[in-house]
T-cell receptor, first 114, second 119 residues
Framework: AQKITQTQPGMFVQEKEAVTLDCTYD???????LFWYKQPSSGEMIFLIY??????QNATEGRYSLNFQKARKSANLVISASQLGDSAMYFC???????????FGDGTTLTVKP | GAGVSQSPSNKVTEKGKDVELRCDPI?????LYWYRQSLGQGLEFLIY????????KSGLPSDRFSAERTGGSVSTLTIQRTQQEDSAVYLC?????????????????FGPGTRLTVL
């Protein structure tokens, strides 16, 4: 069984500052993928970044980076230089490499203050 | 290019009625997923289709829920004898075929969802 835990229901960050959204996971799979999605108030799910369990380097995509610590089973999302448009709900998810089902966390609501 | 589309965007129904939700995946995507999202919550996996393989139905909450995928493309999620607790946003996603091996993944592209309200 897989489990994703996001312990921060809500986070605030000042515009232009960096913010870290926490995600810890539990799985018995040896190979798996970790994902972050953004869900604005419009409801669409937007893929942000992916980290494979065997990737040695942390994934980066523009202002998004994933701080992957395999031994601690954490996959925190770091957003640099926050923008007002970053205000949204953020979901951490995981999937076994050969499994279709994805397990999602409960999400973190990020509010960027001007 | 066209993304994942879902219809209807909103559905209001009375308790006890049956409803059908439709998903059109991205052309060429052989994997299709259904999720349910209750207000302010994360996504709950319902069912997964991959090509001609038997679907993974492990997330369906009861036998009132069923889904099919015709011709490897369009999928329909059916909820029979709806209950108020079925009220949620139902999200469909599609992806390319999963490939095994470390470092491989297939991003899921989500549709806009169907908001179901059971009165």
């Amino acid at each position: 069984a897989q489990k994703i835990t996001q312990t921060q229901p809500g986070m605030f960050v000042q515009e232009k500052e960096a913010v870290t959204l926490d995600c810890t996971y539990d799985t018995s799979d040896q190979s798996y993928g970790l994902f972050w999605y953004k869900q604005p108030s419009s409801g669409e799910m937007i893929f942000l970044i992916y980290q494979g369990s065997y990737d040695e380097q942390n994934a980066t995509e523009g202002r998004y980076s994933l701080n992957f610590q395999k031994a601690r089973k954490s996959a925190n999302l770091v957003i640099s230089a926050s923008q007002l448009g970053d205000s949204a709900m953020y979901f951490c998810a995981m999937r076994g490499i050969n499994a279709g089902k994805s397990t999602f966390g409960d999400g973190t609501t990020l509010t960027v203050k001007p | 290019g066209a993304g994942v589309s879902q219809s209807p965007s909103n559905k209001v129904t009375e308790k006890g009625k049956d409803v059908e939700l439709r998903c059109d995946p991205i052309s060429g995507h052989t994997a299709l997923y259904w999720y349910r999202q209750s207000l302010g919550q994360g996504l709950e996996f319902l069912i997964y289709f991959q090509g001609n393989s038997a679907p993974d139905k492990s997330g369906l909450p009861s036998d009132r829920f069923s889904a099919e995928r015709t011709g490897g493309s369009v999928s329909t999620l059916t909820i029979q004898r709806t209950q108020q607790e079925d009220s949620a946003v139902y999200l469909c996603a599609s992806s390319l075929f999963l490939a095994g091996g470390s470092g491989s993944y297939n991003e899921q592209f989500f549709g806009p969802g169907t908001r179901l309200t059971v009165l």
